[in-house]
């Protein structure tokens, strides 16, 4: 098979494969010949080499899951995320960043050279500038959980919205790692999509009670939602050896909503241009 893309054979470790984009990703990554080993709160039903259990807010169950990863990884994918609300503020963020943070620098030193991380961010996390003070203070600390639970309840003053910190902690996490790992020949990088039809939205929507118009006023121009294959897609193609040299990035997947926002052509409401 012609494997452009270099993911056969390769071991690759995703979270959030239960459901939507991080399903789609699994499901290609399985397709092209990766030994896909898929962490989620969630069962897991793509036929991947490896399902594990865990729940991205407790260091335990990341390190039960971290020991039974191999010891060369070519590629992490981390796609799990919960939003808020209708889950609280500080679950939030440890599952959205903490966790994520946990498990990417639990793993990194089994990245091989040439391999890559890809994270989903969102919209939501793209007014990153004007949060900047506050998510350096969250980022300085160390990576363990338990320092990340303790900040955020001492720090609720800075902390408006869990969901939309999480991404931009995401997003700054992204860029402020890129030239150490480029030392070793790592790339990072995370999308920030546009509305998906996936779990998330279900949730949002229904116990989170978020009105579709709500929803609707972050629609791309041409008007619809995304589909998790829309972005598992992408992350595929970013972790891929053919962005081989594509790194430090937040890549807005989103049919044109960030460039109308950012040529005055729509409202900023997220505060994307600030
Ligand atoms: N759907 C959207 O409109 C949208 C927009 C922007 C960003 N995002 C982000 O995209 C990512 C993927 O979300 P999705 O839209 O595919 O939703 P989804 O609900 O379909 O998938 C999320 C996955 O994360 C898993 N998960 C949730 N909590 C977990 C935990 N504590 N531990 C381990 N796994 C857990 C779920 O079981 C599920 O498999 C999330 O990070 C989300 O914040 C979503």
């Known amino acids: 098979m012609n494997d452009i893309l270099g993911y056969q054979g390769q071991n690759v470790v995703i979270t959030g494969a239960a459901s939507g984009m991080g399903r789609a990703a699994a499901q290609l990554l399985v397709d092209l010949g990766a030994q896909v080993y898929a962490l989620d709160i ?4 793509v036929p991947v080499a490896r399902a594990l259990k865990v729940d991205m807010k407790d260091a335990a169950s990341l390190d039960a899951a971290i020991a039974q990863l191999p010891a060369d990884i070519y590629a992490l994918f981390n796609c799990a995320g919960v939003p808020s609300p209708p889950f609280g503020r500080d679950d ?3 599952i959205n960043f903490s966790g994520l943070r946990y498990l990417t620098e639990s793993l990194e030193s ?3 050279e ?4 890809a994270s989903i961010a969102s919209t939501a996390g793209m007014g990153w500038r004007g949060a900047l003070d506050g998510v350096r203070r969250f980022l300085a600390l160390d990576k363990g959980l338990d320092s990340a639970r303790q900040w955020l309840q001492d720090n609720s003053e800075t902390v408006f919205d869990g969901y939309s910190f999480s991404k931009q902690c995401i ?4 860029m402020s790692r890129a030239a150490e790992l480029a030392a070793r020949g790592i790339r990072i990088n995370c999308i920030a999509p546009s509305p998906t039809e996936s779990g998330f939205m279900v949730a949002l929507k229904g116990e989170g009670q978020i009105p579709d118009e709500a929803v609707e006023l972050f629609l791309p121009p041409n008007g619809r939602y995304a589909t998790g294959a829309d972005m598992g897609q992408p992350l595929v193609l970013l972790n891929s050896k053919l962005a081989g ?4 990035l937040n890549i807005p997947v989103d049919f044109g909503y960030t460039a109308q926002v950012l040529m005055g052509q729509r409202d900023d409401l997220m505060g994307i241009g600030a």
């Open 245 to 248: 040299f594509v790194s430090g």
């Open 114 to 117: 040439g391999g890559a991380i």
């Open 92 to 94: 939030t963020v440890l």
């Open 42 to 45: 969630a069962e897991v039903t």
């Open 110 to 112: 089994r990245i091989t």
């Open 171 to 174: 997003i700054v996490y992204t």
